[in-house]
């Protein structure tokens, strides 16, 4: 073991998790840290995330906040030491300043990625952070990795050792942006939880009517799973089903009702703002007024109509009673969940019983895990960035620690 002053540590993985646990290590000014990274270049996911507004964490009382999670209790500790306003915090020393929209989730005022992630990688880099790109890692054997360096034409592998490693290798989603999956055969497979889609669409097999509505917002409804509390948002009729922010918030619920069922449905209330005594009103026939015009007028727009006669027995069409009913709780009976490439996320990973509590590997306690690599899930709206900071931060924390313990027992060894 070498004095700490001198240890090396090697990070995979050059997302927010393992740029994150770069920095904690590179400012405490003990530690050589070096960042492979198989991809051209650093954080592609976060930077796809950003093109439209860096969602990078939400507002929220922090305890609601933790509830979030399926695994709130694991992650608790992390979330509360670096938490919202940590993050904001942290941007503002990066020369980025945070902004909080009505909805409460919070982006850098130029709402995009780019800047923050250059200012960042400018700070590792004066901190001694050495970062070697297309450099994919093979293989994981104790606290060597074997390397492939894609950046020289029929480079050899090469097998480098350190004193401690820290695996950020992300998810399943996304793979063209890196998080491709390979580190899963470096682990067994006792202490991985399989990977399942999160934050994904999910797939209902439409009629041809439907194809006018692809691409087409239903606006303001509320949406809920047996069980849970409804939620109100838009959702987008795609052409292989339902889409959008409120359809990934009931992932989680609609994963379990499959386990549990073999089935998926959604309900949905097309018009929220009516009761449904006041609907029925709406929906009662007037003279020489067509069926479209009368639902029209009761508040169903073109796409939500379309819904309608997609998904609701035309023999009650003319009944308000029983079309009120249909409206206000229309069940949808998904088949499934897209792709997980697709996703934006996914639940699953490596199973809280095979690390310690500082996210080390209980078999192999000079490697460390954090980020989405971990078998934990959360909606989106800046839950996912702020547990990968904060798990990166962790394990960081957890090789600081162990080489710590390391160099004291070999302080007290020399004495004896």
Known sequence: MLP???????????????????EQLAATGQYQVVVYEQKPSAARKFLMAGKTGLNISHAEAQE??????????????????????????????????????SSGRIFPKEMKAAPLLRAWLARLTQQGVTFHYRHQVLKLTGNSLTLLNHQQPHSQQQCLSFDAIILACGAVSWPQLGSDGAWQSWLPAAQRQPF???????????????????????????AWV????????????????????????????????????????????????????QLIEKLRAKPKQSLSNLWRKAGLDRVKAALVRE???????HDAVALAAQIKALPIALTGFRPIAEAISCAGGVKRDA????????????VFCCGEMLDWDAPTGGYLLTAC??????????????LNTLAADHA???EE
């Open 389 to 402: 900071f904060a798990t990166g931060h962790a394990a960081a924390q957890g090789v600081i620690t162990y």
């Open 64 to 101: 609601s906040f933790i509830q979030r999670y399926d695994q709130a209790e694991w992650l608790a500790p992390w979330l509360r030491r670096w938490d919202a306003a940590w993050i904001q915090r942290w941007m503002h020393s990066l020369g980025v300043e945070a902004y909080t929209g």
């Open 311 to 317: 998904c609701v027995d035309k023999t009650i069409w």
């Open 355 to 366: 690390l310690t509590d500082n996210l080390g590997l209980k078999h192999d306690p000079a």
């Open 196 to 222: 399942v889609a999160s934050n994904a669409g999910v797939d209902y097999a439409w009629s041809p009517h439907m194809q006018p509505i692809f691409g087409q917002p239903l606006k303001r409804v509320a």
């Open 226 to 277: 047996a069980g849970t509390e409804a939620s109100m948002g838009d959702i987008v009729i795609s052409h292989y089903g339902l889409e959008s922010g409120l359809i990934y918030k009931y992932n989680r619920a609609l994963r379990l009702q499959l386990q549990q069922t073999q089935q998926m449905q959604l309900y949905l209330d097309l018009l929220p703002d009516l009761s449904r005594a």
């Open 4 to 22: 700490k002053a001198q240890a090396r540590i090697a990070i995979v993985g050059a997302g927010p998790a393992g740029l994150m646990a770069a």
């Open 412 to 414: 007290v060894h020399c």
